[in-house]
């Protein structure tokens, strides 16, 4: 097993969360939200410079031209602070979409009234650099590519080099949802060309929910002013008043702050990004053999499967339910996510967190245990889906 600082203890009561996130956090992380702060305070404001401060150091090469600015809520309201501000009003926006958060940025822009086209690869395929390329080459109004880096919804891990490429080579600007890679896969600037990126605190870092951050090239947030539709969500006003006087312009996340910089510490001490997603990977590897084993078959072709999550395909077997499989997973202290598509039944493992490879051979024991109780004798798809699979694939 993995030195890992306080795995659970299902025993006790609580479960893995083999999730997208919020996810299994360690005991140390738990215990730095023990203490109360005030978020106007020298100490509490010392803590939010350290967590930016961090946050570019964990980037990567390229970070002294970004600035680092948290916003408080889930994941979905850094994405709308980065769309809302960093996209002019009188721009128009390509998404790249194969998965339900890449239609969220579309239903984002509708909101904020954003000009903006679809390029739609369903569930299965990533979108492709020349794809990328063709767009933009026969609209050229389009002035921002937004781009999903693992898309959750399917486990896709999106190519997200060589859709920068395509971008800059186009003139365009690219921003991209890294809600669920950044800290496991890297995406350093000096590497692949981007303007902003967002993540969340309670993702591959292994924080708790409270916060997003956006990670934003200089230029482009001195840039922004008065572009944001709204107060709460303005970057270029969040990142005026940290700069001034070290605070969050509204109530921030204390407890959820000082729970990340115990997560960042932990992140740092397995080797950092690398360390984090070598270990997610061994997960995936072992979780994948497990149930390939037992009969179940991935939704991805292995070549786009990423180690964030994994979405396989239910049993044709008529006596699967996933309602009853999920219980009898949770049962066992394993609480798993049920499927996103739209054309096929599925359901979802999540590789991160503190989870191990030893955790991982567990989650394939109680699958075997629960498809027994079913009395499911195939844990084989649909014969249709692999097909649907193949043929996309060719």
């Not at 009561?13 to 956090?25: D, Q, S, V, W």
């Not at 106007?40 to 946050?55: E, K, P």
């Not at 006596?319 to 049920?338: C, H, Q, S, T, V």
Request: glycine share 8%; proline share 6%.
């Amino acid at each position: 097993m993995a030195d890992l600082p306080g795995l659970p203890d299902p025993e006790m009561g609580e479960p893995f969360l083999l999730t997208p996130g919020p996810l299994t956090t360690s005991l140390t992380v738990k215990q730095a939200m023990l203490r109360d702060w005030g978020s106007w305070d020298v100490d509490f404001r010392a803590m939010t410079s350290a967590l930016r401060g961090r946050l570019l150091t964990l980037l990567g090469a390229g970070a002294d031209a970004f600035e680092c600015v948290p916003i408080q809520g889930s994941g979905t309201f850094a994405v709308e602070a980065m769309l809302g501000s960093l996209i002019p009003r009188d721009g128009k926006v390509l998404v790249l979409a194969n998965g339900a958060y890449g239609l969220r940025s579309a239903e984002t822009l509708r909101y904020l009234n954003r000009d903006h086209i679809v390029l739609d690869k369903g569930d299965y395929l990533p979108p492709r650099g020349t794809e990328v390329a063709e767009l933009l080459a026969g609209d050229p109004d389009i002035t921002h590519v937004v781009a999903i880096h693992c898309e959750t919804s399917s486990g896709i891990l999106n190519p997200i080099s060589e859709i920068s490429d395509a971008v800059y080579a186009a003139g365009r600007k690219l921003l991209i949802d890294s809600m669920s890679a950044f800290g496991a896969i890297d995406v350093s600037p000096d590497t692949i060309r981007f303007e902003a990126l967002v993540s969340s605190a309670n993702k591959c870092i292994e924080g708790v929910p409270g916060f997003g951050f956006v990670l934003v090239r200089r230029t482009e947030l001195e840039a922004c002013k008065g572009n944001s539709h709204s107060l709460s969500l303005d970057v270029h006003a969040q990142w005026a008043t940290m700069e001034k006087t070290g605070q969050w312009r509204f109530t921030p996340p204390t407890h959820v702050v000082a729970a990340f910089l115990e997560a960042l510490r932990t992140h740092h001490d397995e080797g950092g990004v690398a360390g984090r997603g070598a270990r997610y990977e061994a997960n995936r590897d072992a979780l994948i053999a497990g149930m390939r084993k037992l009969g179940f078959e991935t939704l991805l072709e292995d070549r786009w499967l990423s180690p964030i999550i994994v979405t396989f395909f239910c049993p044709e077997d008529p006596n699967f339910a996933f309602d009853r499989f999920y219980d009898l997973m949770k049962n066992e202290g394993f609480i798993i996510y049920p499927g996103k598509l739209t054309v096929v039944d599925s359901f979802r493992v999540g590789c991160i967190g503190q989870v191990d490879v030893d955790v991982m051979h567990r989650v394939v024991s109680a699958a075997a245990r629960a498809l027994i109780t079913m009395n499911v004798s195939s844990a084989a798809p649909p014969a249709a889906a692999l097909q649907e699979r193949a043929r996309l694939a060719a």
